[in-house]
């Protein structure tokens, strides 16, 4: 049977409430929040002198702030009213379960391609219906949707600092080395300027100011002052006066997910841990999800090599975009997995191991290596896996 835009409105309560049990379920940030350790799961990357630990800490207001419709939240289209709503397993700014998923969708004619774009562009707003008269993407011959998880913010400054000649240094769209792999980093025209893409899903963004500002607007429905860069809107069609995020908060909130601290190693130490990252290695899990890349004040422990991947079947159904065709994505960093389940760009993989099972394509050779292993040694490399 075709599938149908329109979502009945027992799945459209749903969807708002869950919304709401997410506001209720996040930690409370205010005055007397204590700011965590240096280097701790949600605390700062490193020591802040005080007027930046004030900005730090202002930062995070904002990035919880509760947004309403008087002060332009929506346009009328919104995933969430606030930041946090999304990014907050298990700290403020981390990510987020199923609950937290956005819908995309296209028409791909039934799986025999090619994507399609509909009106509108590919998303599904969460706050509202999207057969609401006068919604320019209620559109009912869409036949292909997309979950997307939502991804952390945490160590997104660390990433911020990696070159486009680091990231460039690792493709290999040809597979020259014979692995299987075929990573290829993603173009983004900035002001007719080509830059790496870095962050989102398919790369779709060079750096954390287009990613918060992107998702300012895509996210909240806010506008921003124009930066030239082309992320945001700068106006909308509500009666609140542009810009709707005030520059200065704007400038905070930057500097707080700046100065977020990568997830720390769990610790554990079980010796079958570093067994299992042996393993990691010699069965190619490193090729992409490459345990450090460059960055300007040093390595960044990121285990990802920030390319687009196809590690899917041939019979895939996604979205495509200009860059990156149906099936590719980023490597997703690991630094933090054990505690951002599920797994994948859609949430699919609700354990490590379901995770590792979804690869094909370009992991064929990792996967042979993988099933290769004794009952053992997977358990070891869940292990090393379950530490990150």
């Keep these: ?20 049990i997410t506001a209720l379920n996040a930690e409370i940030i205010d005055d007397d929040t204590p700011v965590p350790p240096v280097g701790a799961l949600g605390g700062p990357d490193r020591e802040l002198d005080p007027a930046e630990l004030e900005q730090w800490i202002r930062g995070r207001r904002v990035f919880d702030r509760d947004w309403r ?31 937290t998923n956005v819908t995309r969708f296209g028409f791909d004619n ?26 320019e993407d209620a559109d009912s011959t869409a036949d292909i949707f997309e979950q997307r998880q939502t991804p952390s913010v945490l160590g997104l400054g660390l990433i911020d600092t990696i070159s486009d000649l680091e990231v460039l240094s690792h493709e290999d769209p040809n597979d020259i080395d ?25 790369s779709q963004v060079p750096t954390l100011s287009d990613f918060l500002r992107d998702a300012s607007t895509g996210e909240v429905g806010l506008t ?30 930057l500097f707080y997910c700046a100065h977020l601290a990568y997830p720390p190693r769990g610790g554990n ?28 004040d040093g390595p960044v422990p990121l285990y990802s090599d920030l390319l687009l991947h196809d590690i899917h079947p041939d019979d895939f159904r996604g979205m495509g975009e200009d860059g990156a065709a149906v099936g ?51 358990e070891a490399l869940i292990l090393f896996l379950s530490d990150l």
């Design 1 to 20: 049977m075709k599938n149908q835009y329109f979502l009945p409105l027992s799945l459209f309560a749903f969807l708002v409430l869950g919304l709401t």
């Design 69 to 99: 419709q008087s002060e332009g939240l929506g346009t009328p289209d919104i995933n969430a009213d606030s930041c946090r709503s999304c990014h907050q397993k298990p700290v403020i700014g981390a990510a987020g379960g199923l609950d």
């Design 110 to 135: 039934f799986g025999a391609g090619p994507f399609e774009d509909l009106p509108g562009g590919q998303v599904a707003s969460k706050g509202r219906r999207p057969d609401t008269p006068g919604r």
């Design 178 to 202: 014979g692995n299987g792999c075929r990573g290829v980093a993603r173009m983004i025209d900035i002001a007719g300027v080509m830059e790496v893409g870095k962050f989102g899903w398919k």
């Design 224 to 253: 921003l002052v124009d930066d030239g860069r082309g992320f945001g809107l700068l106006s909308d069609s509500d009666s609140v006066p542009d810009p709707e995020f005030p520059p200065d908060d704007f400038a905070d909130m």
């Design 269 to 296: 130490p079980d010796p079958q841990v570093a067994v299992g990252e042996q393993l990691f290695d010699e069965i190619g899990c490193s090729i992409c999800h490459i345990p450090s890349m460059e960055g300007t």
């Design 328 to 378: 590719f994505y980023r490597t997703p960093p690991l630094w933090g997995i054990r505690d951002t389940a599920p797994y994948l760009h859609d949430g699919r993989a609700t354990t490590l191991e379901d995770a590792i099972l979804a690869h094909e394509d370009e992991a064929s050779i990792m996967m042979r290596d993988y099933f290769a292993l004794t009952a053992e040694e997977k």
